[in-house]
């Protein structure tokens, strides 16, 4: 009798368990069905935005009309000992269906006053003041404010080279329906010290490409083309850009970073269809003093290789690339990362190698990448 109220006592707290667990799955499964919901309500709410993201950058950039052949984009920033020079070369153009839409970034020089000037004796020229946000927050703002059907790029301490170029790439683009017409310029030292402290601008890193890639390609083969050759360069004014092909495919500058160039420059010709070369030198490129090339390094530097390292690997690994064109994007990546511990190693006249301002995940990374190749 002992026994059979033992094992009667025992089942009782048996089932007594049994159900608290099932209250406590029960419980367990509404939780899970609630994050369920949420998630999915999460999921709607982000697809949304995404849709009134493309719609918002649309109507900012894709929907403008097409009122010139030509947009030349000119951020300012700091540069009245060069700007009129390279207002006159632009301007000097034989080409009249054009905008030239130049951005005073924040300028604490005279380089508004200029713009001003310039704009009150010609009206190609549209001028926008704002205040100092970077070159590629600047040049972003001129894209969604753009109206031609190519886009061109000239630095305002840089020039045209001749008076006949932007005619000349706008009609070898229209002639083979390109989306971007890639083409060569020339560097233009500011003295002598400078020529020697950068001598690769005229040796391994020569702006003048060694042949002419002539025929219509993909953008893929052209890389590839081009990085084999050793002469892929990641520079923003050696490209004529049709607009509606930025727009198709929502192609901007990183923002808040400096070599923002690599990432535009790459995105560009790995998504285009059709792309060609002209061997004709139609830039020159100023190297001056105190500019991001010539100064010394500083920690943002460094921090924005990597950063334009990271985004450049995100956007590969997003694209559909052929078997060939990642074993090139593989190559350039390794590049870009040579590049940021080149600037780390040449760091000084600031507390090198610290990144605590910056975004705390790059930062982080950063400080690891650096110690491991210390």
């Not at 390279?86 to 269906?97: A, F, G, K, R, Y």
């Not at 953008?219 to 727009?247: K, N, V």
């Not at 495919?249 to 808040?256: G, M, T, V, W």
Request: proline share 2%.
């Amino acid at each position: 009798m002992d026994k059979l109220t033992e094992v009667s006592t025992v089942s009782a707290e048996q089932r007594d368990a049994i159900a608290a667990l099932r209250d406590s799955s029960l419980r367990q499964e509404k939780g899970i069905q609630t994050i369920h919901t949420r998630l999915a309500n999460q999921r709607v709410f982000l697809e949304q935005n995404r849709r009134d993201e493309v719609f918002v950058w649309n109507k900012r950039f894709s929907d403008r009309e097409t009122l010139y052949k030509i947009s030349v984009i000119v951020p300012a920033y700091n540069v009245e000992q060069y700007l009129a020079e390279c207002l006159n070369s632009i301007l000097d153009q034989n080409m009249e269906s054009m905008e030239v839409l130049c951005v005073n970034d924040g300028s604490t020089d005279g380089s508004y006053d200029i713009l001003k000037m310039y704009a009150q004796k010609d009206r190609r020229i549209k001028i926008f003041d704002r205040s100092h946000q970077g070159l590629g927050t600047t040049r972003n703002y001129a894209l969604r404010q753009a109206q031609g059907e190519y886009i061109c790029f000239v630095d305002s301490d840089d020039m045209l080279a001749a008076p006949e170029a932007l005619n000349y790439l706008y009609r070898e683009a229209k002639a083979h329906d390109l989306d971007i017409l890639y083409f060569d310029g020339d560097a233009l030292y500011e003295n002598n010290e400078l020529a020697q402290r950068f001598p690769q601008f005229k040796t391994d890193y020569r702006l003048t490409r060694p042949r002419e890639y002539g025929g219509v390609a993909d953008g893929q083969e052209l890389f590839c083309a081009m990085q084999a050759d050793h002469c892929y360069r990641g520079i923003t004014w050696l490209q004529l850009i049709r607009r509606t092909f930025l727009t198709e495919h929502r192609i901007l500058f990183p923002e808040n970073v400096t070599y923002e160039d690599e990432f535009f420059t790459l995105s560009c010709m790995l998504q285009a269809q059709r792309v060609s070369h002209r061997q004709k030198n139609f830039y020159r490129y100023r190297l001056r003093r105190n500019s991001i090339v010539t100064s010394p390094q500083t920690n943002f530097n460094v921090y924005s290789s990597l950063r334009c390292f990271i985004s450049t690997a995100d956007l590969v690994l997003a694209l559909p690339l052929r078997q060939q064109t990642a074993y090139y994007v593989a190559e350039r990546l390794n590049e870009l990362y040579g590049s940021m511990l080149h600037r780390y190693n040449n760091l000084h006249g600031e507390i090198c190698g610290d990144f605590s301002n910056f975004e705390p995940v790059t930062s982080i990374l950063l400080q690891k990448l650096i110690s491991q190749n210390k």
